[in-house]
């Protein structure tokens, strides 16, 4: 069975400072992988993906992930965090043996990240 | 640019009532899903719909809930029997291939 695990429940950074979510995942299959966003009372929004083309992922809002198959990892990151990314951040997974994109999502347990002035 | 919507955003309901949560997903997707997030913890797949079926569901999609999708825009979850511990937030997400796109929930409260 496929799992996501996100490791810091809390990261916290100063404004400016790099970024840096971890995320690493367990599949027997070559997985789908995704990073989505949480601001304070809404829902999850898409940030990036991973579907087996490129390694290095760009997203939105200057975010970048790279997939590392040695390393079963994922990592989250951003050059310069701004005080508008404090959320919360979620990795999760789709893992299909028909090697098709779609299928249910398998969240990791989140990281709140929070950006000092 | 083209969103998920839920509606209510909020219900408060005594425990053994049944609720209806809906969901409109974007318009030409063709999976829907449904999540769950109780307080604190993961969010959790429930359900996954295609084709006017259920294609997989979770341990915790048991008897009490069922889906719908009984017009050619709307999305429904039912819990027939309201439990304490279905107290969460609820989210529907819909996708065309690959990524899903999520409503901002329903926070479903049990009392």
């Known amino acids: 069975a496929q799992s996501v695990t996100q490791l810091g429940s809390h990261v916290s950074v100063s404004e400016g400072a790099l970024v840096l979510l971890r995320c690493n995942y367990s599949?027997?299959?070559?997985?789908?992988l995704f990073w989505y966003v949480q601001y304070p009372n809404q829902g999850l929004q898409l940030l990036l993906k991973?579907?087996?083309?490129?390694?290095l992922v760009k997203g939105i809002n200057g975010f970048e992930a790279e997939f590392k198959k040695s390393e079963t990892s994922f990592h989250l990151t951003k050059p310069s965090a701004h005080m508008s990314d404090a959320a919360e951040y979620f990795c999760a997974v789709i893992v299909n043996a028909g090697g098709t994109s779609y299928g249910k999502l398998t969240f990791g347990q989140g990281t709140i990240l929070t950006v000092h002035p | 640019e083209p969103e998920v919507t839920q509606t209510p955003s909020h219900q408060v309901t005594q425990m053994g009532q049944e609720v209806i949560l809906r969901c409109v997903p974007i318009?030409?997707?063709?999976?829907f899903y449904w999540y769950r997030q109780i307080l604190g913890q993961k969010v959790e797949f429930l359900v996954s719909?295609?084709?006017?079926?259920?294609?997989?569901k979770s341990e915790i999609f048991d008897d009490q809930f069922s889906v719908e999708r009984p017009d050619g825009s709307n999305f429904t979850l039912k819990i027939r029997s309201t439990k304490l511990e279905d107290s969460a937030m609820y989210f529907c997400a819909s996708s065309l291939v690959g990524e899903q796109y999520f409503g901002p929930g329903t926070r479903l409260t049990v009392t």
């Open positions: 318009s030409n997707h063709l999976y």
């Open positions: 719909f295609y084709n006017n079926e259920i294609s997989e």
């Open positions: 599949s027997s299959v070559p997985p789908y």
């Open positions: 991973y579907t087996s083309a490129a390694t």
